[in-house]
């Protein structure tokens, strides 16, 4: 019986350990971007890491509007493309990632209060500390109730929540509890079922400016 827990404890210990150094290991390349979210008992940093680096990948995908060939990339016009073609199931994750997502995604993967097994609609975790404070603090009324509705009966996903949040994608520029919601239901929760061993993550080259208050484009 001791035998065994010993070994139970060193298997935890090994578990624990991998996990603090995957984290630990993470190049963070956005600690100099204003703070995102104001929520406790949460790893704010490596959640801010996950939204910018979120936002930088969609920018680079989705944020030129092709049908202006002098149209620099526009985040509002990306946040709009991605969450259309998100509720539709149509997001080529293998091609929108980079590699530092890819390793952001791999740190935030160790945090088990963030995802649930059990999740057949998302692997995200409605139960967590994240998307309680996201809850609480979304600035859109109207988008706020349906939330707070729908995570009564622990169901997020994207087939219901993706259309209201399609109407108020703009909110998103101005809400980063709303962006960091987008972000974990409708990217991150999505790459577990993507093989990242056969992803060939894009070179990102476009320079951004988070501080920046984007032009807005006429709404699709």
């Not at 995102?36 to 959640?47: G, W």
């Not at 990632?97 to 059990?118: C, E, Y």
Request: overall charge positive; glycine content about 0%; charged content about 20%.
């Amino acid at each position: 019986m001791k035998s065994i827990f010993k070994t139970f404890i060193l298997a935890l210990t090994f578990v624990l350990f991998n996990c603090k150094n995957t984290t630990s290991n993470l190049e963070y390349k956005y600690t100099n971007k204003p703070a995102t979210i104001a929520c406790k008992n949460t790893n704010a940093k490596l959640y801010a890491e996950a939204l910018y680096a979120f936002e930088e990948d969609i920018l680079n995908y989705y944020g030129k509007n092709s049908r202006n060939n002098n149209a620099q990339p526009n985040l509002t016009y990306a946040y709009n493309q991605f969450i259309r073609n998100a509720v539709y199931s149509k997001i080529p994750y293998e091609s929108v990632i980079s590699q530092h997502t890819i390793n952001v995604f791999k740190a935030l993967k160790n945090d088990n209060t963030l995802w649930d097994a059990n999740n057949t609609k998302s692997h995200l975790n409605y139960n967590s500390s994240l998307v309680k404070c996201i809850a609480e603090n979304l600035k859109n009324t109207n988008l706020k109730t349906t939330f707070n509705a729908l995570l009564s009966v622990n169901d997020l996903s994207t087939k219901l929540i993706g259309p209201p949040i399609v109407s108020n994608y703009r909110s998103a520029l101005n809400d980063k509890h709303l962006a960091t919601f987008i972000a974990f239901e409708f990217f991150y929760a999505k790459l577990f079922e993507v093989d990242l061993t056969k992803v060939n993550p894009h070179k990102v080259d476009t320079k951004v400016d988070f501080n920046k208050t984007p032009t807005s484009p006429k709404q699709q």
